[in-house]
């Protein structure tokens, strides 16, 4: 057969390559913004935000440093309930019903107090000294004087060692600082002290995290899940890396990735965040196993298939290359059943007669006119013996390409087989 047929092109698809970055298709956004009663802003309020017609919706943000926040619904004409909750301020329920499509902006102000320790709960102790002392915590607290303010939370348990605000109090201003162990340890007796709260819950994963702690955070993971965070402090990750591959810098963004399917191994856009940067820093074999994730729940993902046959085609393994061909021939027929045949006359010409009728026969499920596999098929049912299959697979071919350069061959085979035929 002439060497030009076999010269098929292999074709990266890196058009289609995007980043994961939508959870789901957006319909409206919020952009909040939290201040205190002065109007300054208020960083490092929890905003969890849940609906009562979708039940299964709950986001949860944290003001950054400007106490902004960004919370997109895929659904309007339903009400949205919010939730603000930080360590020195009083919790603050609100509600919005949203009707239009769009961009909304909104603010909200908490008020600095005891009450929002914990759950809006006030301090509970008979030692009027630990109180005064958790006091004058919150209010060093709420001005940013972390120093002062972790003094007299601890001067507070040390008076009260049963008051768990204070512990978690305690615990929130040391992740403040980057105390990382000391932010656990306290975490650790407001929860010995029955405290669930997922604030609490949520800076002991965090401090173990920074840690580096495997062990005590995928403990602390676990108790996370219980209350329904753990998808979210995942989301909360995804995020920060599609802020980096924003930025350029792919190899942030694929850590961060991989941060967020430590925490949620089955975060479809953290999987597609994963591949895309992972093809763009070479990391080929992690990007092509976080397709191949994505197309195990879902086999129809364009984004996911095409990503594989790319990751595939640049890793060079020819089994999953071949496996990924069959895949992309759903959205890219023409290249799949190219790339399909050039691996089957690969495996023909390395005399792998076994691999290379399975290859020319899934060629053919996936374009059954393709003359070349019909007349390869039928050269190794030839050496099978299989002489009926071989003669089918040359009646097709002729049929196909009657002036083809292998024509004139397939004619004479023909005559060989009827006459084993007649025999």
């Not at 952009?31 to 802003?41: A, H, L, Q």
């Not at 919370?71 to 329920?93: C, I, M, P, W």
Request: hydrophobic share 40%.
């Amino acid at each position: 057969m002439p060497t030009t047929r076999r010269t098929l092109a292999w074709l990266l698809i890196l058009a289609w390559i995007v980043p994961g970055v939508a959870f789901a298709e957006r319909k409206a956004r919020l952009m909040g913004k939290v201040v205190d009663p002065k109007g300054d802003p208020i960083s490092g309020v929890v905003v969890t935000t849940t609906s009562p017609q979708i039940p299964s919706f709950r986001e949860a943000r944290t003001t950054d440093k400007k106490g902004g926040f960004t919370v997109d619904f895929s659904e309007v004409n339903v009400t949205y309930h919010y939730r603000f909750e930080k360590a020195g301020y009083q919790t603050l329920d609100a509600q919005q019903e949203w009707h239009l499509e769009g961009t909304q902006r909104s603010q909200w102000t908490m008020t600095p107090g005891e009450a929002s320790a914990v759950g809006g709960v006030p301090p509970a102790s008979t030692s009027e000294p630990a109180i005064l002392a958790f006091n004058g915590g919150i209010t060093a607290l709420k001005a940013k004087d972390y120093a002062t303010a972790e003094a007299k939370f601890k001067e507070a348990v040390g008076y009260d060692s049963k008051l768990v605000q204070a512990w978690v109090a305690l615990s929130t201003v040391q992740m403040e600082t980057g105390h990382n162990q000391e932010a656990a340890e306290a975490a650790e007796k407001a929860m010995a002290l029955g405290s669930r709260d997922e604030a609490v819950l949520t800076l002991r994963w965090q401090a173990y995290r920074n840690l580096k702690n495997e062990a005590k955070a995928a403990e602390a993971l676990k108790d996370l899940e219980g209350v329904g965070r753990r998808t979210e402090e995942a989301k909360k990750l995804h995020n920060e890396g599609v802020a980096l591959v924003k930025a350029g810098d792919n190899t942030g963004a694929f850590a961060k990735f991989q941060e967020a399917l430590n925490v949620d191994p089955n975060l479809q856009a953290s999987l597609i965040g994963l591949a895309t940067a992972g093809l763009k820093i070479g990391r080929n074999a992690e990007a092509a196993t976080a397709a191949e994730a994505i197309l195990k729940a879902n086999p129809k993902n364009e984004q996911a298939i095409r990503l594989r046959y790319n990751a595939c085609l640049l890793l060079e393994d020819k089994d999953r290359l071949f496996d990924s061909l069959v895949g992309l021939s759903a959205v890219e027929p023409a290249i799949a059943g190219n790339g399909l045949l050039k691996l089957a006359f690969e495996a023909w010409d390395a005399n792998d007669k076994v691999r290379a009728k399975e290859r020319f026969t899934k060629v053919l499920e996936v374009n059954p006119n393709q003359p070349l596999a019909h007349y390869y098929l039928a050269l190794v049912y030839v050496n099978e013996g299989a002489n009926a299959e071989a003669r089918s697979h040359l009646e097709r071919f002729l049929t196909l390409t009657p002036k083809g350069p292998e024509a004139d061959t397939a004619r004479e085979m023909l005559k060989q087989l009827g006459k084993i035929k007649n025999d």
